[in-house]
């Protein structure tokens, strides 16, 4: 049958009741250090206890009254020594799956046995996976991470400072309220150049064909207005990889980017937000 444990209330009551012959000894008379050992031992021997529990019972009633009595479950070394190894064990596995992220994580694990051989068994695979999840270091997210760096995920790329790129597109318009000289219907071209970090379309026209002097236009009102850009990125159609158009880059000391050829979503934001913009006019 298993011993029910006392609560804090009931085991304070209780060594209390222990240490009362104790505490009712007059500590003025000159036998009192003598009478004090002889009753400690009795009281130890009455309740099955050792002499030292009851001394320290009694020292820490002098220093603090009941609240001195209250129980203290301090845990065992081992387990405290336990957790102090999973610990760096943990911190271990960390360094090693940052310094090479395509091990597994029983890799991990079994070089960390070999380094350590006293943390063999301390980890288990899913134990280890579930620490490296939730310091986000799974291999999904180092993945993401490296794609992040390389640039692969386009809808969250975004420069830091105004000015710091310009990208530049040229959007189809519906062919209806425009006619040329004969009185017949064309079609309207939006040629505009829109910075990346604030959304805001910097320099824009509307024309009735697709001309290198279309994009040098619209690219010398941005310049005159606002300033030179570091960088531009545009497509590969025939306007932006011009010479005319890379020698004014060049000689303005703008770095000219352009989209990976075939990789629509390299495109795809700017692209759509100009289109809203034209709707919008």
């Known amino acids: 049958m298993t011993k029910k444990r006392l609560n804090t209330k009931d085991v304070v009551m209780k060594r209390t009741a222990i240490l009362a012959p104790i505490l009712s000894l007059n500590p003025s008379k000159e036998q009192y250090q003598l009478e004090l050992r002889q009753k400690i ?15 320290n019972w009694l020292k ?4 603090d009254a009941t609240h001195g009595l209250c129980p203290r479950y301090r845990g065992s070394n081992t387990k405290a020594a336990t957790n102090q190894q999973v610990h760096d064990c943990v911190e271990k596995l960390c360094e090693l799956r940052v310094a090479n992220e395509y091990l597994s994580v029983q890799d991990l694990i079994d070089c960390l046995e070999s380094e350590h051989p006293n943390w063999k068994g301390l980890l288990k695979r899913s134990t280890a996976q579930r620490y490296l999840q939730a310091k986000g270091l799974s291999k999904a997210d180092l ?6 760096a390389k640039g692969k995920y386009y809808n969250r790329f975004q420069h830091d400072e105004p000015l710091d790129l310009v990208q530049g597109d040229i959007k189809y318009g519906p062919s209806t309220n425009v006619y040329d000289e004969d009185g017949l219907l064309v079609k309207v071209y939006l040629v505009a150049w829109i ?20 994009v040098n236009s619209t690219m010398r009102a ?14 590969n159609g025939k306007v932006y990889v011009s010479h005319s158009l890379s020698f004014i880059f060049k000689s303005l ?14 495109y795809a934001e700017k692209s759509k937000m100009l289109k809203y913009a034209f709707l919008a006019t």
């Open 41 to 55: 031992k009795e009281v130890a021997l009455e309740n099955n206890l050792s002499a030292n529990t009851v001394k």
């Open 253 to 266: 000391g703008i770095k000219e980017k352009h989209a990976p050829i075939r990789a629509a979503a390299a």
């Open 60 to 63: 820490r009633y002098q220093a």
């Open 195 to 214: 910075d990346d970090r604030t959304r805001k379309i910097l320099s824009a026209g509307f024309f009735t064909n697709q001309m290198q002097y279309t």
């Open 143 to 148: 993945a993401n991470t490296e794609k992040l």
């Open 222 to 235: 941005l310049i005159t207005k606002y300033g030179r850009p570091r960088a531009v990125y545009m497509d």
